[in-house]
């Protein structure tokens, strides 16, 4: 079988690590170009043979990603957080020419969580806050699955939620907790990241499942659960 060729941008970062990691212990993927903030320029016969992107890195690698991407045509996975409303439009206007995901969260637990608090809708007059915690190395606060979550929560409920309250401390990998308070009742959803391994895994999946989609378009991480 053809294996896919992965360009990974952010290749030297933990995430990237972590995903090249994935890669190599797979049979049909392999990690056929690299892209870290130490590159000298972009081998561009290279990176026309990539089969798919997958970028891990900071904002500021988002334009030149989606250069390389669209003048090859060639799918991209993002897993990148902190995006300004530019770069977020940046996104949207890429998948106008290639099919372009890009997911807060890539874990499989966390798609299911987002798809979860549509229940929230029956009982809306509940109290809501969103809690997360994370290492003390992450940049941005709140975390972009925070973000999503709260976008999804208040999609749910249909009213505007206190902003999500982010702790930093240690080396958590990732709790996410969402709790719906009455003044007789408590229900909390929670999700954690034992690992690092959980967003790597579930980028290799999405790349692969991208690579396969024939049109362009903004896909999400639950489109790989459950169908665009
Ligand atoms: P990190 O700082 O360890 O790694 C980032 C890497 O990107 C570094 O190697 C850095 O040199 C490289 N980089 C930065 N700017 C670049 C540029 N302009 N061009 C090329 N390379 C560049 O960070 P990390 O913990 O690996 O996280 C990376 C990103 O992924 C963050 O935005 C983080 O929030 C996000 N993240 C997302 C998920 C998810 O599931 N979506 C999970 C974990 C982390």
């Given at each position: 079988m053809k294996k896919l060729k992965i360009g990974l941008v952010g290749a030297n970062g933990r995430m990237g690590q972590e995903i090249a990691t994935v890669i190599g212990a797979?049979?049909?993927?392999?990690?056929?170009y690299t892209i870290g903030r130490?590159?000298?320029?972009?081998d561009h016969k290279l990176a026309a043979k990539v089969d798919v992107w997958i970028d891990f890195s900071s904002p500021e690698a988002l334009p030149e990603v989606l250069k390389i991407a669209t003048r090859h045509k060639t799918p991209v996975v993002c897993g990148t957080t902190g995006f300004s409303k530019k770069e977020k439009s940046a996104l949207d206007k890429a998948s106008k020419e290639i099919p372009v995901l890009w997911a807060s969260n890539m874990s499989m637990g966390v798609a299911v969580l987002n798809e979860a608090l549509k229940v929230f809708n029956s009982i809306n007059n509940f109290d809501y806050q969103i809690e997360e915690f994370h290492h003390?190395?992450?940049?941005?606060?709140?975390s972009g699955t925070a973000i999503t979550l709260q976008e999804n929560l208040e999609k749910a409920v249909g009213k505007k939620c206190p902003e999500p309250l982010a702790v930093r401390g240690g080396g958590i990998f990732g709790v996410h907790k969402i709790h719906a308070m009455s003044d007789e009742e408590m229900i909390t959803f929670e999700h954690t990241a034992l690992n690092r391994t959980v967003f790597a895994k579930g980028a290799v999946r999405a790349a692969s499942w991208l690579a396969s989609q024939k049109k362009p378009g903004l896909y999400q991480i639950r489109d790989v659960l459950f169908g665009k």
């Open positions: 797979s049979n049909n993927s392999d990690v056929f130490d590159k000298k320029s972009i003390i190395r992450k940049k941005d606060k709140p």
